[in-house]
């Protein structure tokens, strides 16, 4: 269980980093900035002893996640039972090309986070926290587009957890060769991956003479995403 | 189960896309599109009743999905044993502001494969696997690097998986929005994500005169990974 005054969640059996641990991370610091810099995750869920897993939207709110979707999906009606999740993220961010095959590799950040997930009922909370992961990533829109109506709401679930048991795993850097292998007359090195925006494309019923708001200029053409949502996500706090 | 002399994959309960089902697709083409465009899988699997998801590399072989890790991995050692598993595979393309929250959404492609992964326990077979993936990611790249030692062999897990259960979820174009809020004054449209490739950072371990291979020219900077592994993985059957 995290010391919520410290700034490392304990790793547990099943969150401790086991396979090149070196790569462990604890620390609220760097998982909150992994979770933040993300708008996918991947939550796995048990149904009937088996395993599935789920691309789903998803936000951090100060200690919990937050993910949402039908009200009729399979994998929230089941979630909201409060059965056990893994929440992933994961961010791939280099090719690391090494002098031999084994030590070729992915530089890349990932979180898993271990928990049971509770639906947000309340309905004044439920359109709370879904106009604040509208706000999130678009600051100022939910005052241009028009409210939640009631059935909307009732057709999304909400689902939310608890950040606690949780590990990060990180790989930086360049290739980690053999020794001997440095002498091989072979290129080697990392080819950077990042996350970026194209040109905004316009709804093609989009009424004359408007334009993009000065609220979405964040979203700008070659906009690596990952580093505006972390930059999103601070904003909001402050 | 599949008939291979089709081009389809037939939904069962599991695969059936239930929510939004025009966005599920079952050809074989769109399906494996998806999955050639991608370098990362979330796999999913039960321990003791409860979920973990893990990302890791994976690449597609004809009818089978392959992934590896190390012998040591708590991940490959259960699914060494035969476990069900659910391989999640998905891009974000682009994220769609519509005129009200609730038609909000993501343009996105997800594949989720579902079977019992096996592991590739023959020695010769298990090399060729991991050459063909280095190969797969960097054509001509096992040429110049050293074959794998024969502890690297042992120390590798390489899982593999058929592709039968299996469905895709695709979501493309603009916003749509109820018929009253075209009428609203709201920018509306489509910002799109790509992932791309940055510029080449050699090592600094590198040997003085060494420039990258003409090998590797695909890996230029600027250039979209996800269409870069398509053309890739098609070069790779001709």
């Known amino acids: 269980m995290p010391d919520s005054t410290s700034s490392d969640f304990s790793p547990t059996p099943r969150t401790r980093v086991r396979r090149l641990h070196e790569r462990g991370r604890y620390d609220r610091e760097t998982i909150y900035a992994i979770l933040d810099a993300a708008l996918l995750c991947h939550v796995g869920y048990v149904i009937d002893g088996l395993p599935y897993v789920t691309p789903t939207l998803f936000w951090r709110e100060g200690e919990r996640l937050y993910w949402h979707g039908s009200s009729a ?42 928990g049971n997930a509770a639906i947000v009922a309340d309905d004044e909370a439920k359109a709370a926290g879904l106009n604040a992961f509208v706000e999130r990533l678009y600051p100022g829109r939910t005052r241009e587009i028009r409210p939640i109506l009631p059935q909307e709401l ?10 606690d048991k949780v590990s990060a795993k990180v790989r930086t850097g360049g290739p980690v060769d053999d020794e001997p292998d440095y002498a091989l ?3 080697a090195g990392v080819i950077p991956v990042e996350m970026r925006l194209g040109a905004a ?3 093609q019923h989009l009424k004359p003479g408007i334009s993009m708001p000065a609220g979405l200029d964040h ?12 930059v999103l996500a601070k904003r909001q706090v402050e």
């Open 73 to 114: 999906s399979r994998m929230l009606r089941k979630q909201s039972e409060g059965i056990p999740v893994c929440l992933t993220v994961s961010h791939i961010d280099g090719l690391v090309l090494a002098r031999s095959g084994f030590h070729h590799s992915l530089n890349y950040r990932a979180v898993m986070a271990f």
């Open 185 to 187: 007359d072979c290129w």
């Open 219 to 230: 979203l700008g053409e070659d906009g690596v995403l990952p580093e505006i949502l972390r």
């Open 154 to 163: 009732k057709a999304t679930t909400l689902m939310s957890m608890a950040i």
């Open 201 to 203: 494309i316009p709804d």
